[in-house]
Nanobody
Framework: VQLQASGGGLAQAGGSLLLSCAAS????????MAWFRQAPAKEREFVAA????????FYADPVKGRFTVSRDYAGTTMYLQMNSLKPEDTAVYYC???????????????????WGQGTLVTVSS
């Protein structure tokens, strides 16, 4: 599975961005998916996940209520709608996928087999 993340850019604090993660050549219907991010000089961290079966979601506390993860059940694209952006949201955002026909939205990096290349989000104050 090849994943391509896009939609990053520069936003002002309080603004919004929409990230997309597309799979090339196949459907993602049977894959659980997630977003992670890595800020400068920090470890990569979990942001949000969505299950394959019923689209259940799970969010990291810092983004809860501001970010929304969703997926296109045509089977090729996952999204991350980011609202009320803060400077501390500045990071490279990565999408990831794992084969999983379940309703479990995993926050664990080790469970994801496929990763996109990342898209940079910069939030100015």
């Amino acid at each position: 599975v090849q994943l391509q993340a896009s939609g990053g850019g520069l936003a002002q604090a309080g603004g919004s961005l929409l990230l997309s993660c597309a799979a090339s050549g196949r459907t993602l219907s049977n894959y659980g998916m997630a977003w992670f991010r890595q800020a400068p000089a920090k470890e990569r961290e979990f942001v949000a996940a969505i299950s394959s079966l019923r689209g259940s979601t799970f969010y990291a506390d810092p983004v809860k209520g501001r970010f929304t993860v969703s997926r296109d059940y045509a089977g090729t694209t996952m999204y991350l709608q980011m609202n009320s952006l803060k400077p501390e949201d500045t990071a490279v955002y990565y999408c990831a996928a794992r084969w999983s026909v379940s309703d479990y939205a995993s926050p664990l990096q080790s469970e994801y087999n496929y990763w996109g290349q990342g898209t940079l989000v910069t939030v100015s104050s």
